[in-house]
């Protein structure tokens, strides 16, 4: 299995700031995975990261409300632009071992939007 | 597009009952198909999962799933439930590719009183 860290674990931010969650893996993967799971929802993937290119965002989720990071084969991060408190969720980082081809996930930060 | 399906949203047992929560998906490739817990306050885990081979997969915890292909499904089982069962059930598919995304059903709670 993968250890996968995320910052912050949560946070209460006031409607119209940004946030920026990090997520740290113990080891070089090539594909990290940004998830949002809504109050009492399933989760939904919002982007694909591939070191060395840009996202691939899902329908529904654009660049500009959550720029994604990948600078490296360890570590991505990902905005929540100009937020809402639709945006009040827990976001999720997830990695895919290539051999093992099975998604591990992070703790999870929880935003709260005011 | 694929998408997962699981038919209960809440499910209330005693402990030693038997579970069965069912899932179903629609794709028409070849998929990769899992069952994620999480308990009350933690993070996702991987419960069990099937790539290919024998159709009836066990995972952790007594747990175990069976892939019905004619039928599209990945029903979970365990024979005699227990307190600490009591999470959110998810099930998920992706394709049988390295790199891809995975899709999630909606999710079961599943609350088990002692």
């Known amino acids: 299995s993968a250890v996968i860290s995320q910052k912050p674990s949560r946070d209460i931010c006031q409607r119209g700031t940004s946030l920026t969650i990090q997520c740290q893996v113990d080891s070089q993967v090539t594909m990290m995975f940004w998830y949002r799971q809504q109050p009492g929802q399933s989760l939904t993937l919002i982007a694909t990261a591939n070191q060395g290119s840009e996202a691939t965002y899902e329908s529904g989720f654009v660049i500009d409300k959550f720029p994604i990071s990948r600078p490296n084969l360890t570590f991505s991060t990902l905005t929540v632009s100009n937020m809402s408190p639709e945006d009040s969720s827990i976001y999720l980082c997830?990695?895919?071992?290539?051999?093992?081809?099975?998604?591990?996930f992070g703790p999870g930060t929880r935003l709260t939007v005011l | 597009a694929q998408s997962v399906s699981q038919h209960n949203h809440h499910v209330i047992l005693s402990e030693a009952a038997s579970l069965e929560l069912g899932c179903n998906y629609s794709y028409g490739g070849t998929v990769n198909l899992f069952w994620y817990v999480q308990y009350p306050g933690q993070h996702l885990q991987l419960l069990l999962k099937?790539?290919?081979?024998?159709?009836l997969v066990k995972g952790i915890k007594g747990f175990e799933a069976e892939f019905i292909k004619s039928k599209f499904s990945f029903n979970l089982r365990k024979p005699s439930v227990q307190w600490s069962d009591t999470a959110e059930y998810f099930c998920a598919v992706k394709k049988a590719q390295a790199g891809t995304a995975l899709i999630f059903g909606k999710g079961t709670t599943l609350s088990v009183s002692s």
């Open positions: 099937y790539f290919s081979g024998d159709p």
């Open positions: 997830s990695v895919d071992r290539d051999s093992a081809d099975t998604q591990y």
